[in-house]
């Protein structure tokens, strides 16, 4: 078979297919049937918690970058979220909110958090002050300004901050199990049940699913840019730039 | 537009995250707090540990230990005994898992470390979990004689052991009607959940086996490492825990008695390389085996919790206990 030659990386995959006799003995582990139910809980936390943390995050951020002010809760206050590490916070909430989804989730959303508002804040300051100026000049009220001028144009830069918390949300909701959820992270954290071959294959899908959600986001960033700003990019020299350096400004500050 | 000068922002950030995790850390210390500081353990007294005599003309032994509370404890109460007695002590008391520390101990790395027999006999003499002797004596002949051919000697065995077993609340025992073991569950363990670490779940030496063994179905298994947290917040009835945790000193949880002995034993045996042995001579071995008398499963508990709850350093932990017992002055 070419899966043997390919080594432990061809026992993982077909860990991922075939059903097998668990390290310890007497239960079932593995095969398509718990591999796709480990990834669907995977998903559906990771795209719970990366929702919850943009309808809080977003319009913050966005709200801050329209005023113009307190720069400093948008880039580097929010990111305090990020410097306490997530198992941290689980058990810390295991008083509050117990152990299992909800818990998992408010760690993950914390996580989430702190590039959207930077992001946000990030890509409407970013907006050309001329074009504000511009529509103030024909006479667009202050919530038009931010709705129909301000938001599309830092859409893209929005959508990359949205993408790097979906990105480290999928990467650790491995640590749910601690808390009751099982996700991919399951077999990485019981090799004595799933053995190495089940600790890689949970691995190989966590990276398959991290760069399918990316891709799809570039997609996603791509559809939302406005024209406008594709046909300046293009004008500009150095011609078009890939989509993912739309995002630069928020490198600088985050 | 007003904007905070950066490094001003950044010095901000770093002092408040300081502040954030300080407190973060503080708040779960204390919630797991049981207040065992004051309680008094009831330690046997015993005797003073005498200077053996050209003790310190012998080479040094090295102690070693693995990686966790009671290791720590247990390699210091070994080598500040040793210390006592004269001998010159060298310590290695963060080996890592007992794979590495019976590495270790087979190269001579290090002279001695303390050692559960059950996990000796699964993991280095190839025993299955089912296989280990559930006679505590028994087991220990086994360990002996598997540390022989290795030319180690395992002293005897401490009178705790650190095992599995099934603890519950207070709260929950009384609605249970006071079950002493895990029988007293049958019949209505299909409304209760129980915990363990994420693997338990699937392992024959764990809930699989439990069940097996009592003939038992529990409801639902919860995933966790934070046992006693899961049981104070209500997220399952029932927990694996280990004999000699800290938290069971406070006096807060049942443990229920494993009545058909489904849990291997888990006695301590002080592990010495013959050679390091033959410089300790009789003298030194008896100072191990005196030592460790009065370690019964209260006692260590205790000492855990010393240094889990209260947070003091296992040093000084093990240099109470000696005090307390009464074999140093």
Same mark, same amino acid.
């Given at each position: ?254 | ?207 699989? /086996?439990?069940? !097996? ?13 934070? $046992? #006693?947290? *899961? +049981? &104070?917040? /209500?997220?399952? !009835? ?13 006096? $807060? #949880?049942? *443990? +229920? &008695? ?72």
């Amino acid at each position: 078979m070419i899966l043997a030659t390919l080594g432990p990386f061809g026992d993982a995959i077909d860990f991922i297919f075939h059903q097998r006799e668990s390290q310890a003995g007497t239960v079932q582990v593995g095969g398509l049937g718990e591999i796709w139910e480990l990834t669907w809980t995977h998903l559906k936390l990771s795209l719970a918690a990366t929702l919850i943390a943009t309808l809080i995050a977003a319009p913050l951020g966005i709200w801050l970058g329209h005023i113009g002010r307190f720069q400093f809760v948008a880039t580097s206050f929010s990111n305090i979220g990020r410097a306490v590490p997530a198992l941290g916070l689980i058990v810390f909430f295991i008083a509050f909110l117990g152990v299992g989804f909800t818990n998992v989730c408010v760690a993950l959303v914390l996580l989430a958090i702190p590039p959207i508002i930077t992001n946000s804040y990030v890509g409407i300051r970013g907006v050309d002050p001329e074009t504000v100026d511009a529509a103030r000049g024909n006479g667009l009220t202050d919530r038009q300004v931010a709705l129909k001028v301000e938001l599309p144009m830092a859409l893209p830069t929005i959508m990359g901050g949205i993408r790097i918390s979906l990105v480290s949300v999928i990467a650790t909701a491995t640590i749910a199990p601690l808390a009751n959820v099982d996700t991919l992270g399951r077999p990485i954290i019981s090799p004595n049940v799933y053995g190495s071959a089940g600790q890689l294959a949970a691995c190989l899908v966590v990276a398959i699913v991290t760069l399918g959600a990316d891709a799809l986001f570039v997609l996603l960033q791509k559809a939302v840019t406005p024209e406008g700003l594709k046909l300046a990019e293009r004008g500009r020299p150095g011609g078009r730039r890939l989509a993912f350096l739309s995002s630069k400004r928020s490198m600088q500050t985050s | 537009v007003r904007r905070t000068h950066p490094l001003l922002a950044l010095l901000a950030v770093l002092c408040l995250g300081f502040v954030f995790a300080a407190c973060g850390g503080d708040d779960e210390k204390s919630s797991s707090s049981s207040g065992s500081g004051g309680s008094s353990s009831e330690q046997a007294p015993g005797q003073e540990i005498q200077k053996v005599s050209g003790a310190d003309s012998k080479p040094a032994i090295t102690v070693g230990s693995k990686n966790f509370t009671e290791q720590f404890v247990l390699g210091e109460i070994y080598a500040q005994a040793l210390e006592a007695a004269g001998y010159k002590v060298k310590k290695q008391l963060n080996l890592g898992s007992e794979l590495i520390a019976h590495k270790a101990l087979q190269t001579g790395k290090v002279d001695a470390y303390p050692e559960y027999t059950g996990t000796a006999l699964t993991s280095f003499f190839g025993v299955k979990t089912a296989d280990v002797p559930k006679d505590p004596e028994k087991a220990y002949e086994d360990t002996k004689a598997g540390f022989a051919k290795e030319n180690i000697t395992a002293l005897p065995p401490t009178p705790f052991e650190n095992t599995y077993r099934l603890g519950i609340t207070k709260a929950t025992a009384k609605k249970l009607g006071d079950p002493k073991t895990i029988s007293d569950l049958k019949g209505k363990e299909k409304d209760l959940s129980i915990t363990g670490f994420p693997e338990c779940k699937q392992r024959q030496d764990c809930l699989l /086996g439990v069940q !097996d063994a009592y003939g038992l179905k529990f409801g639902k298994f919860v995933s966790s490492e934070q $046992k #006693y947290q *899961v +049981l &104070d917040s /209500g997220d399952a !009835d029932v927990a694996f825990i280990f004999t000699t945790d800290g938290d069971l000193a406070g006096g $807060k #949880y049942v *443990v +229920l &008695d494993d009545d058909k002995h489904f849990f291997p034993p888990y006695n301590v045996t002080f592990n010495v390389r013959n050679e390091a042995l033959k410089n300790l001579g009789p003298e030194g071995q008896k100072v191990i085996e005196d030592v460790q008398k009065p370690l019964t499963e209260k006692v260590m508990q205790e000492l855990n919790a010393r240094v889990d709850i209260d947070k003091k350093k296992p040093a000084d932990v093990a240099a109470s206990y000696l005090q307390q017992a009464g074999f140093v002055k």
